[in-house]
């Protein structure tokens, strides 16, 4: 923990020396968005880092990729943080002395997190939301299609996935406008008006780095190389519009008035202390899918909702996401089979990430079973979210005296234009 | 027709003085890309005649859009060439007789179209594809729910759409690499390998230009201001990927190997004397979808195929963009219902554009109702592509004494890696 001789960081903050995540922000409202790392409650600015000459090492000599935020970079980024054995070398070895004794430098490269705007981490070229919970796969089925045959055949064969909005990709602390849309006809004519089933999502999304060439496909033991590091997710639902517009082509407006992500990248190098063992797949997955090690991480996630008639926010679930049955590295290999290309940038969203206990369920839809029982929160009743109610996700690892955190992927919802 | 003087526009043309649609090309191997005009058998080099301060009107004055191709250009673009009458009066008074009289100035600025590389025309943010034609509908209806009740309740209610993967959009002569993947079960089993119902889809597809805030809609009587113009585009599909992976999110690997759109944008305006009223639409759309006039386009479409066996190809349909039953303007403005914001360059597909005849069937999975019947082009016999077959679209509209069409969207199927 070299970094502890000068800024303090506690063992319950998500951004210890372990961690190191990625992102992009801008110091004053009128600066330029840069990238970051998140240490502590600080930011590292990185282009600062830069200018001063302090990143000699082979992949950074002479490189732009900390001074402008754009698609090229992320590539050589992406690989940097992933080797992130050099990069907190290099931080210790170079950095670290280098700004504790140099008080200006310090001054200008470390930033108060809170006095940052924090952005999206990266420019999403393409985002994807995959179904890999078995159990919220199984819920809806129960729900939608009965209790006989709650989950398709196919399910268990490839990892389900849909094309979602990049475009209404925000970032963390962006108010989520309650969508307007069509829903079931009642009396003949379909519903119109503000949605009346708006649910979150809990998610967790991977960021790729590299990415593939169109026409070919990423062999299922890299697939880890092409993960930059993985963020927090809300995929806000609106029910009603989505079950009225969905078949046959799948969720559509239902998905894309907003799907919120949190702003730190946490790598899977930071995040590898807590891999565990991926649940037995049966049947077992066909070549193209199999792994030589199948790994899962030990994600704790919760979901507080703060209601708007609360100043407080209610623990509404908790959940893992050790519980996906399809893996991280077998989404983002399907994900190419067909040759489709992946740009740096791109978000593969898990699905909702639900438990098998009845408090480990990842969205209103699942812990209300679709509005037939109320929730209460410190006595806040619900079906679904209410105009004002905010939705914080959070999600962490515990180590020895440090915790690996993904901070926080909060939104509010706030009422439909007129 | 005032460029005839100097320059010669063959009747059949699909680019005389009345189309002008944008693209953007590289004049050189190694030069920058830059946006164009084409006309006749020239593209008009843009940033040529911007940096010869031709463009000297109030959108243009000082413009930088002529000068790079990028999401923020295209906005601007895309006002100039909606109000396309000053775009023309602009050439017509001040290019055209520059031009003419400046040998040096045409040399640089006119570039024979086939001496270019064509890009693609914008960079695209999102893709979304529509399900906008009744007959393709019903029959995909008739073949996958049977005859009883083809077409769902919701489908005459809202323009049924999905978003698909923007990564994988190319341009016109792009070879299209055959997509491995899971076909339903044989004994149990999925099938795993190269695709083996490849088929391409006959579609048009809106190109967006200024696009709306997200959390705000776009009226449906304003939606026409947001199309910068249509291309052509193939949305080829692997049927067999499609159909085993579709239920319950919606195409995804079945689609996104490949999308080809053609190079030039064409606007509505150049459209404009080939309008046409659309099909009236029982039951009544409801008020944010209800036009103050609602008009389709009478454009001419013509899919050919040249076998692999052949030198030639042979007419496999025709089709009319007429037959759409929900609009271009009624898809946009349902998009943006929910608040889903659209930005510059976002790419709208129409979907399969079917007309009610057997010829007018615009894939392959309807022409041999999938596969149960064999066709015969010049005694090359298909159910789906096979590797080598090259597969052209056009479009064009015939007015007196001119065209005003979209070039080809074209593409080849090659072999899935080993």
């Not at 990729?65 to 698609?71: A, E, G, I, S, T």
Request: negative net charge; charged residues 20%; contains cysteine.
């Amino acid at each position: 923990m070299a970094l502890k001789s000068f800024i303090e960081v506690h063992p319950d903050s998500h951004f210890p020396i372990q961690n190191l995540p990625y992102g992009v922000f801008k110091p004053q409202p009128n600066s330029s968005p840069r990238p970051g790392v998140a240490i502590g409650d600080y930011v590292l600015d990185l282009s600062e880092i830069a200018s001063a000459g302090l990143f000699d090492g082979p992949l950074l000599n002479n490189s732009d990729c900390f001074l402008q935020v754009r698609h090229s970079s992320l590539s050589t980024l992406s690989l940097l943080f992933r080797r992130r054995l050099s990069f907190r070398s290099q931080v210790e070895e170079t950095t670290e002395p280098t700004l504790r004794d140099n008080a200006a430098l310090r001054q200008k490269s470390l930033v108060p997190m809170n006095k940052v705007e924090l952005l999206l981490p990266v420019a999403i070229g393409d985002y994807t939301d995959f179904f890999s919970s078995i159990h919220h796969t199984r819920n809806c089925g129960i729900m939608f299609r009965g209790p006989q045959n709650p989950v398709g055949e196919n399910w268990y064969r490839l990892p389900i996935a849909y094309h979602g909005r990049a475009s209404s990709v925000v970032i963390s602390g962006t108010d989520i406008v309650r969508p307007r849309g069509q829903g079931h006809p009642i009396d003949g004519t379909p519903y119109f008006g503000p949605s009346l089933k708006v649910d979150f999502e809990l998610e967790m999304a991977s960021i790729v780095g590299p990415g593939n060439e169109l026409g070919k496909s990423v062999d299922i033991n890299n697939a880890a190389d092409h993960i930059f590091g993985l963020v927090m997710m809300n995929d806000w639902s609106a029910r009603d519009i989505q079950f009225w517009e969905t078949v046959p082509l799948g969720p559509f407006l239902g998905k894309s008035f907003g799907t919120t992500i949190s702003p730190w990248v946490v790598t899977l190098e930071a995040l590898e202390p807590f891999a565990c063992d991926a649940p037995k797949q049966d049947p077992p997955p066909l070549p193209y899918l199999t792994e030589k090690v199948s790994k899962n991480y030990d994600v704790s996630l919760e979901v507080h909702v703060k209601p708007a008639e609360h100043k407080d926010s209610s623990l509404v679930a908790r959940s893992n996401l050790k519980h996906l049955y399809w893996t991280l590295t077998q989404q983002l290999a399907h994900h190419t089979i067909n040759g489709c290309n992946l740009r740096p940038g791109d978000l593969l969203g898990t699905g909702t990430i639900s438990g098998p206990d009845p408090d480990s369920l990842g969205c209103l839809l699942e812990l209300t079973w679709n509005g037939e029982k109320e929730l209460s929160w410190n006595g806040a009743t619900r079906k679904y979210l209410e105009d004002g109610d905010e939705v914080i996700l959070s999600g962490y690892c515990k180590g020895d005296g440090y915790t690996i955190g993904f901070g926080t992927c909060s939104g509010k919802v706030v009422p439909s234009p007129q």
